[in-house]
Nanobody
Framework: VQLQASGGGLVQPGGSLRLSCAAS????????VAWFRQAPGKRRERIIC???GDGDSVKGRFTISRDHAKNTVYLGMNILQPEDTAVYFC??????????????????WGQGTLVTVSS
């Protein structure tokens, strides 16, 4: 399964953005899908995850949702702040249908999309 993340860009503080993660070569509904991010000089961290069969999930300012017809997972982000500036990655876990906190538990990664929050 190949993943492609898109939707990043420049956004002002307080703004919103929605990232997309489109899949090819497999069905995302069968897998746990997570969003990670990596800020400059920092380790990659998991933001939110959706297990196979899960509906939309909200964690603070972040929402993960699925569109099965489009084989796409989205990350909605609200009230963005400069500290949210990072490269955002989507990733799928093939070995289990449930989420996991550790990046080494995920099997396919998109190329990342840069989000810059600045005025």
């Amino acid at each position: 399964v190949q993943l492609q993340a898109s939707g990043g860009g420049l956004v002002q503080p307080g703004g919103s953005l929605r990232l997309s993660c489109a899949a090819s070569g497999g069905t995302l509904a069968d897998f746990a899908v997570a969003w990670f991010r990596q800020a400059p000089g920092k380790r990659r961290e998991r933001i939110i995850c959706s297990g196979s069969g899960d509906g939309d999930s909200v964690k603070g300012r972040f929402t993960i949702s699925r569109d099965h017809a489009k084989n796409t997972v989205y990350l909605g982000m609200n009230i963005l702040q400069p500290e949210d500036t990072a490269v955002y990655f989507c990733t799928a876990r093939f070995r289990a249908v449930h989420c996991n906190s550790y990046e080494h538990e995920y099997d396919s990664w998109g190329q990342g999309t840069l989000v810059t929050v600045s005025s």
